[in-house]
């Protein structure tokens, strides 16, 4: 099972953190803390893989992958497989750059509840969910419609333009 | 730029009704983001916490607003602040009927509370309600809450939801509720124990990917227990085999591949059900062949797969063919230049070299390249796989190499990992106790604060015991030099508190026993030691008894004893030490000094620490004693039992007895205090300190039995004191030497082969792996890699090929007496002497070939097919180099569609980017160049995020000009 992911800037800023097992607060900027020690002292071109068992216990790997000025981190137990823990993490951010459109830092930062989303919909309880970056988007869409009107499924206001839906019943105040 | 079009109309919203929440979020963002320092970000947290305190008391909050907020305190717990006062505003939001609002009370609730928080009672309702809503959306967020928020105690009420909802019509909620299910199975096993046959059910779903999701549960369950599910070997077979001639709906490809990740899962399920199953094994055959063949391996996925295949191959009953299929996707792992496949390929090695061990030749080169990658997790994976073929004729090599590496690390949890597999390497295979002795040296020196002290105890055993055979020059040899080295080593700073433990106990018992050093140059060093770590009570305690020991032997040998002044001035010291020990220590060595010779040799017998000693429990040499006291009118001695029941209730010792009988308010408990039994394994940590202190256990022993004090704890204390020298097993000795030094036969025409003429070439001490420095103008790669290699693999190949003959195994034994004889014959004795030692490596090479009547020329041979190989793989390795260079985004892009990562139109970029994209499919070549477009593939990137800056600059925001890296593409 999958039992985090972390993104981490290359300053050592969290900039999503979902642990499918509860950790508290203080242990979470530990663990986090010790990824970024272990990522940032790596040279560019060695694999992309890591023994994670003297930070988050035995039967831990850790995944991670850099792009830009992120880094990726999937931390997972031998019940999975790296290389293909690898392409999940690729999945992610190839799902993250169809909802942004060249997705950078400041996407992910503003938008922190829909990193949630759309990684609610590759990884479900620690496991594997949907690694088709469209199926994810579709799932992803279907809820953003109800970001803009509380009722999609019956509303006959909602307009699509610029990859964005729009509702004229927006009424947010009742 | 979604995100800005939505801030954007947010702000305009905002100027009409108020939303202008997300300027201060992305304010908030921006000042972290450019704070200096930790405390300026901290500063600017606990402002954004006091500020959201306040709004949150505040009447009336708009949802919206509301929403916000809560997003804004997950974020602000995340940077590892509290923001425990809100949780309650996240529950209360999962009761709203508005669906995102709804996600986002879900979302905050499950980053923030644990399964057991008192909140989580308030949640459970709505969770029940939202798992039979009608809106899909909801009971999949329902759902997904479910997976973080229930535990066992929770789990009953919402299971009868979870269970309906898995044959719910939509198959994305199918999917979830499975998944669901099985984190439920997780979280306790025995509250859905009931449910599993549903498990088995949904693997027959009409939805691949419910199908798929079952799988998970099901490799856990079969993880768990094989033999109830043999019967779906088939099933899963046909599966796979559906799967893998894509048979599913196109969407289920990814990356041209046919649903890989069901596929991985059912190998690993397959693996688990085929291991040591010979019947269900020859079932998976054919389509773990057919998934080799097809699989395509020049993407990532596709070769996450194949290795999914060979730990199937490698765990099932084992296939011929499929063994070699999967050698040859190791030996393509190997030869990529990416440090990932090379891993994969490293590991996968490590699992095919337990069934076919000849396998590891063919890649020594790569294996060794691996070695010395400045790749770390490379590194640690190719010793893992290092560790696991070593044998006795490579151990040498491999702990070494082994050693070196753990005194370059840093990093204490790999380090006591590594020095742990040393000890137990050194322990199994060691060639020669010096070597092992040696090795031991370097483990403790460098990380002797992080092994086992049971390691310890088994060298000092080793040196006290010797080899096991009646060789007594050999052990006092051994004990010399194990005295010498450590002398060596004694002065060195900050050694471990073990290993200290370990030098002043062979100092003490041998330091002085072959006469080369004087006893007051050992005392001094001893009380050097005590002086330099005088907070380390264990050390100082070892070193006092060593001293005592050495002052002991010196009059037992006649010999006057002066005593060292700065040995006086320590014992002095001890003697007012706050440690009972060492003031007991102390005054023991005082005391000792005082006795004569006799009484010193039957006290502390030189050499004695590892005979038995008999202990008389029924101290019958107190039986004189006893009878002139009573003569003289004593009171007999009335045994305990006897005493209790006498009624005596002064006395305090049966006290526990006691209150058995005479107290009638009693409910059992109390349990007698149990007499120190010492546990036969050595206690790890805290128990062995006191273990292994008091060495000198004869004297104790002996000495308490005269004085005939406190018998029971001499008695108990004789039997812990000791040093633990039973249960610990003679793993080392040296098996092919003895052997061939028996058999001398010497066939004087073999002189002229090859090998001995070189041999007799090269130097006087020259062990036969010179020969190789003869032979370097030809070599291109490095001789010492060779000699590596010959050195971990040249014994795998004759391990392949022992069996085949018993008189082979004759005929090398002459061989190899041989060759150091030839040696001997053109130098001087010494040779033969070097010879002696541990057979040199490269003679293992000849082993494989040499027959009693061919001379061994075949090393040559081999070592020429060595070579070539070598060529190849270099020529391999530098051709791309400067493409190794090349970021992996590229290499993994290489081969998916960039339609849907570049869709920007009229990107200028997009039809440059294809070209590439076709033209790295094409060749290797054109990876470099590929370099520059990437790069120049950034040259757009700029300009979009000067778009974006330019949008948030409209907003009001100050520009982030200090931080343009907020704007760089993920992608780029």
């Known amino acids: 099972m999958i039992r985090a992911v972390i993104v981490i800037n290359t300053q050592g800023k969290p900039r999503l953190a979902k642990f499918y097992e509860f950790q508290p607060v203080e242990k979470q900027q530990e663990l986090i803390r010790s990824v970024y020690g272990v990522l940032s002292s790596r040279a560019e071109n060695v694999s992309n893989f890591l023994d994670a068992e003297s930070i988050f216990g035995p039967d831990t790997r850790l995944v991670y992958k850099h792009f830009a000025t992120l880094y990726f981190v999937f931390v997972f137990d031998s019940s999975e497989n790296e290389l293909a823990m690898l392409d999940l993490i690729q999945v992610f951010v190839e799902t993250l750059d169809k909802c942004f459109k060249n997705v950078c830092e400041l996407d992910v930062v503003l938008n922190y509840s829909k990193l949630h989303t759309v990684l609610d919909e590759i990884i479900f309880g620690g496991q594997v969910l949907e690694t088709s970056s469209t199926e994810v988007l579709k799932a992803v869409e279907e809820i953003s419609k109800c970001l803009f009107c509380p009722s999609p499924s019956f509303c006959l206001n909602i307009l699509f333009e610029g990859g964005l839906y729009t509702c004229s019943c927006l009424d947010w105040n009742d | ?972």
């Open chain 2, 1 to 972: 730029m979604e995100q800005l079009k939505t801030i954007g109309r947010e702000l305009a919203m905002g100027s009409q009704g108020g939303f202008g929440q997300s300027k201060e979020f992305l304010d908030l963002v921006k000042s972290i983001g450019e704070a200096r320092s930790k405390a300026e970000e901290e500063r600017i947290v606990l402002h954004e916490i006091e500020t959201l305190k306040r709004r949150l008391s505040e009447p009336d909050i708009p949802k919206r607003k509301m929403k916000e907020y809560i997003i804004r305190l997950v974020y602000v717990e995340m940077l590892g602040h509290d923001a425990s006062f809100a949780y309650i505003h996240a529950v209360k939001m999962t009761h709203d009927d508005n669906l995102v609002l709804k996600r986002t009370g879900y979302l905050a609730v499950s980053l923030f509370l644990n399964d057991d928080h008192d909140l989580i009672i308030l949640i459970v309702n709505t969770i029940q309600k939202d798992l039979k809503s009608d809106n899909y959306l909801v009971v999949c967020t329902a759902l997904n809450a479910v997976c973080k928020l229930i535990n066992d105690e929770t789990v009953p009420a919402v299971l009868p939801q979870v269970v309906e909802l898995l044959g719910h019509q939509k198959e994305a909620v199918r999917k979830k509720a499975i998944m669901a299910l099985h984190r439920f199975y997780q979280k306790s096993p025995s509250s859905v124990s009931h449910l599993v046959s549903n498990f088995r059910k949904r693997l027959c779903d009409n939805d691949p990917g419910v199908m798929g999701a079952t799988l998970c549960p099901l490799f856990d369950l079969i993880t768990i227990d094989v033999n109830t599910y043999k019967d779906l070997v088939v099933s899963f077979v046909s599966i796979l085999k559906q799967v893998a001639e894509r048979r599913l709906p196109k969407t289920y490809d990814y990356h041209q591949l046919p649903a890989p990740f069901i596929q991985i899962r059912l190998l690993k399920i397959l693996a688990l059900l085929g291991s040591g199953d010979k019947q269900s094994s020859e079932k998976m055959y054919m389509v773990v062949g057919d998934i080799f063949k097809k699989c395509d391996s020049t993407s990532n996925i596709g070769n996450a797969v194949l290795y999914e295949c060979i730990c199937c191959v490698s765990a099932i009953h084992p296939n011929p063919k499929l063994l070699e299929q999967a050698a040859q996707v190791i030996s393509r792992f190997l030869k990529s230049d990416s440090h990932n496949l090379k891993y994969m390929g490293i590991d996968a090695l490590g699992r095919l070299i337990k069934i076919s061990p000849e396998i590891a030749e063919q890649h020594q080169l790569a294996v060794i390249d691996c070695l010395e990658d400045p790749d770390d997790t490379l590194k640690r994976k190719t010793f893992e796989l290092l560790y696991k073929m070593t044998k006795s004729s490579n151990v040498e090599v491999i702990v070494d190499r082994m050693i070196d590496y753990m005194i370059s690390l840093n990093d204490n949890h790999y380090k006591t990992y590594i020095a742990s597999r040393c000890v137990e390497l050194a322990e199994q295979f060691a060639p020669s106790n010096q070597w092992f002795i040696q090795t031991m040296n370097k483990v403790f020196e460098h990380a002797g604060d992080l092994v086992n002290v049971k390691v310890a105890h088994n060298l000092m055993k080793l040196i006290a015991e010797g080899f096991g055979e009646d060789d007594d020059t050999a052990d006092s040899q051994l004990r010399s030099s194990a005295v010498e080295s450590y002398l060596r080593i004694i002065g060195e700073p900050k050694l471990p508190s073990v290993f200290l433990q370990v030098i002043c106990w062979v100092l003490g018992e041998y330091g002085t026993a072959d006469g080369k050093y004087s006893a007051s140059y050992i005392t001094g060093k001893l009380c050097d030691v005590a002086e330099a770590y005088s907070n380390d009570e264990t050390v100082k305690a070892y070193a006092v008894t060593a001293i005592m020991k050495i002052y002991a032997f010196e009059i037992s040998a006649g010999r006057k004893v002066d005593m060292l002044p700065e040995c006086q001035s320590l014992v002095e010291e001890l003697s007012a030490s706050h440690s009972t020990d060492l003031q007991q220590r102390a005054y023991e060595l005082q005391a000792v000094i005082g006795i004569d010779a006799h009484a010193i040799e039957s006290i502390m017998p030189s050499d004695a620490s590892c005979e038995d000693i008999e202990i008389d429990k029924n101290l019958s040499f107190l039986n004189g004693y006893v009878q002139q006291a009573i003569e003289k009118g004593a009171q007999p001695y009335i045994s305990e039992n006897e005493r209790s029941g006498m009624s005596s209730i002064n006395n305090f010792r049966s006290q526990d007895q006691h209150e058995a009988l005479s107290h009638s308010l009693r409910f059992e408990a109390y349990e007698l205090p149990k007499p120190l039994v010492p546990s036969r394994v050595p206690p790890a940590a805290v128990a062995s300190s006191t273990e292994l202190v008091p060495v000198p256990e004869p004297s104790y022993a002996r000495e308490t039995h005269q004085s005939a004090s406190l018998p029971s704890v001499s008695d108990a204390g004789s039997l812990e004191l000791k040093l633990r020298l039973d249960g610990v097993q003679k793993k080392w000795g040296r098996p092919t030497y003895s052997s061939s030094a028996s058999s001398t036969s010497t066939s004087p025409h073999k002189t002229t082969n090859g090998i001995t003429q070189v041999d007799g070439v090269s130097t006087s001490n020259s062990k036969a792996r010179d020969t190789y420095d003869l032979r370097k103008p030809s070599v291109e790669i490095s001789p010492e890699k060779q000699k590596l290699a010959s050195s971990l693999f040249g014994g795998s190949s004759r391990t392949g090929k022992r069996p085949s003959s018993g008189n082979h195994k004759v005929s090398k034994a002459a061989e190899k007496l041989q060759v150091s004889k030839a040696a001997g014959a053109h130098t001087d004795a010494a040779v033969e002497k070097t010879n002696h030692e541990p057979t040199p490596d490269l003679l293992d090479f000849s082993d494989s070939t040499v027959t009693s009547t061919a001379p061994s020329i075949d090393p040559f041979q081999q070592l020429e097919g060595l070579l070539d190989q070598t060529e190849a793989t270099s020529t391999v390795n530098n051709g791309p180099a400067g493409a190794s260079k090349t970021p992996e985004i590229m290499g993994l892009y290489a081969d998916t569609p960039v339609s849907g990562l570049t869709s920007s139109v009229g990107d200028p970029v997009l039809t440059n980017r294809d070209d590439f994209n076709l033209a790295s499919e094409l060749s290797n070549a054109t990876r470099t160049s590929q370099v520059g477009v990437s790069q120049s593939n950034k040259g757009p990137n700029p300009k979009d995020s000067l778009e974006k800056d330019a949008l948030v600059r409209q907003m009001g925001v100050t520009p982030t000009s200090q931080n343009p890296n907020l704007f760089r593409d993920l992608l780029g």
